[in-house]
């Protein structure tokens, strides 16, 4: 009776009737009419006739309901939009407020609460594809965070990024289950109710043991990373995610831009829509027969495709649609494992052991007054003796191998987050310090990178930023933080990669201001890879306690009493 009702009220045919068959499929039936066959052939994705039912089938999308909404069909309720549920804003609209029962330990920005909301409607299931540096990871976790009985929860990402989920994990959520990293190709047994962190490397070999602990979500970083269907990686996760409940696939990359890297994540989310990869390249991946073999390594039919998938099985947004409700400037910290683990110890061991040996009080009560300028000599400073400048400079030397051994620690990895961002398109700043560290990213990205440090003349650097700047194929520029952090103007980016630090805050954010300055029209993002538990790790804490520093450069307040080297001493002294 009440949905008799509801038909009336519609103003529908109820002959014609579209009813819920499973969460990818819909049924429809009507008096047969060729005129409406050859219009469900035309209109409706994923189409089928069921010979054996005497019924249509087609993909449960919004798109499918509308059009059959607009032509007359009786579409039972539950397959019609929640009244409540909250719109994908485009660039044109400012975000609304999303109230959410959040309880985490930082706030999410009024953008990124909405795709909390919107994963939260989905049943925790869909491909957030946000533009870098816009929170992807912060929307997971806060879906995450309002569903912690979902539990074990398996986090798949790229080998550099696990450390960083744990650290996001950390800041993220105030009392989160008990956290497991993942590592080697040699299965140990685990506990249940946990959160479950794996590079896609080993996953082959883990996914039989994790599918014991029948997880309930299932979270894929990167997921351009299982593109490939015949790749172990790929069959382990689509063997792990048909018997997770929510899935939520992560992706900077626009999927315009590669469509066949987006398959296999589409068909795990939809295969009523995307059952078919034949159908599916030929349609969108700009299919050519080369000869010997057909090249879906195109693209066709993009905007069709994203109009098809945006706002339901996809959300994505861009600096440019939600720059008025960030900061001009965010910081994200990119804990990175060295993989030269055992060299590094030995060489901090025997660093600790020289400070023992050879710092005296004296010479750290220097350090103390000398602030800034510790890192170079300062011949006026007559409470220096010649022999507490020395010590000073050969613990600087000492330092700067522990650096570097840390530095290479972390190189390659970097070399893989560098060649992942690419993927997107965009344009990233890379500064460093070591020429050894410049020339690797340069020799590794020869034709696609240009580089600004101490062996460039004045009078080039001009061409080489304009270079940057204009010419659509350089998509990397590297600086030596002194040579190029300042004076430059870099806009054609706003993503800054740190792979290594100066030794105070005020260079760090001049160096970040290459990018952040009249011009940028998109707020900047500094990526800081830090070689987890190393100096650098202590190093970056430093930095960030003291950025009262900058102020003393720009205002001519006084200096602090302490350094970032003299307290990094004191640390190892200790």
């Keep these: 009776m009440r949905l008799f009702l509801y038909y009336i009220i519609m103003k529908v045919d109820t002959n014609k009737v579209v009813s819920p068959i499973d969460e990818y ?5 009507f008096p047969f009419s060729y005129g409406v066959v050859e219009w469900v052939k035309r209109e409706l994705d994923g189409r089928k006739w069921v010979s054996s039912k005497k019924y249509w089938i087609a993909a449960n999308t919004r798109e499918n309901i509308n059009k059959l909404v607009d032509a007359g069909f009786a579409v039972h309720p539950t397959l019609l939009p929640k009244q409540e549920q909250t719109a994908v804003k485009t660039a044109e609209n400012k975000s609304e407020a999303v109230n959410l029962p959040l309880r985490l330990l930082r706030d999410p920005f009024p953008f990124q609460n909405i795709g909390i909301k919107w994963l939260l409607d989905n049943n925790g299931r869909g491909l957030l594809a946000d533009e870098m540096g816009l929170g992807k990871t912060m929307q997971a976790l806060g879906w995450l965070s309002l569903n912690l009985t979902e539990l074990p929860v398996v986090i798949v990402c790229p080998a550099s990024l696990k450390y960083n989920w744990e650290h996001e994990i950390d800041i993220t959520i105030p009392f989160p289950p008990e956290v497991q990293i993942l590592s080697g190709k040699k299965p140990y047994t685990l506990e249940r109710n946990r959160i479950f962190i794996i590079n896609y490397d080993i996953l082959d070999v883990w996914v039989d043991h994790l599918l014991l602990l029948r997880p309930k979500v299932l979270i894929t970083d990167e997921c351009h990373q299982y593109k490939n269907n015949k790749a172990k990686r790929t069959k382990a996760v689509k063997k792990l995610q048909r018997r997770c409940k929510h899935f939520i696939a992560i992706s900077g990359t626009p999927i315009t831009n590669r469509p066949a890297e987006f398959y296999n994540v589409l068909n795990m989310l939809h295969p009523t829509l995307f059952g078919n990869y034949w159908k599916y390249a030929q349609r969108y991946c700009g299919a050519r027969h080369n000869g010997f073999g057909w090249d879906f390594s195109g693209a066709t039919n993009t905007k069709e ?21 960030m900061p001009e400037k965010t910081w ?26 050879n710092l005296t ?24 003796t010649a022999a507490e400048q020395g010590a000073r400079m050969n613990h600087l030397v000492e330092l700067e191998k522990l650096r570097q051994i840390a530095v290479e620690g972390k190189l390659e990895q970097a070399i893989k987050w560098i060649y992942n961002f690419l993927e997107s398109g965009e344009k990233l700043i890379i500064f460093a310090t070591h020429v050894f560290v410049i020339d690797k990213i340069m020799n590794t990205f020869k034709g696609k990178a240009v580089k600004i440090d101490g062996s460039i003349p004045t009078n080039k650097r001009q061409t080489i930023v304009s270079r940057f700047q204009t010419h659509d194929g350089t998509k990397i520029f590297v600086g030596n933080i002194k040579a190029a952090g300042v004076g430059l103007t870099l806009t ?21 201001d290459r990018a952040h300055r009249i011009g940028q029209h998109e707020n900047v993002t500094g990526h800081c890879f830090v070689a987890r538990g190393t100096v ?10 003291k950025r009262q520093v900058l102020s003393t450069v720009l205002d001519g307040q006084d200096a602090p009493e302490s350094s970032v080297l003299g307290d990094l001493l004191n640390f190892y002294r200790k």
């Design 492 to 512: 054609a980016s706003s993503n800054v990669l740190f792979l290594e630090y100066p030794w105070t805050p005020g260079e760090l954010d001049q160096a970040i």
């Design 536 to 545: 650098e790790d202590k190093m970056l804490q430093l930095l960030d306690k």
């Design 25 to 29: 499929t819909i049924g429809i039936k």
């Design 305 to 325: 495709l994203h109009d098809k998938i945006n706002g339901t099985l996809m959300l994505r947004r861009k600096k440019v649609d939600v720059f008025t409700e």
């Design 361 to 384: 009080e004296r010479t750290m009560v220097a350090l103390k007054e000398v602030g800034l300028s510790e890192i170079h000599i300062n011949k006026e400073n007559i409470s220096q």
């Design 332 to 357: 994200s910290k990119i804990p990175i494992e060295i993989d030269n683990r055992k060299t590094y110890d030995l060489a901090e061991a025997n660093f600790v052991e020289y400070l023992k040996q």
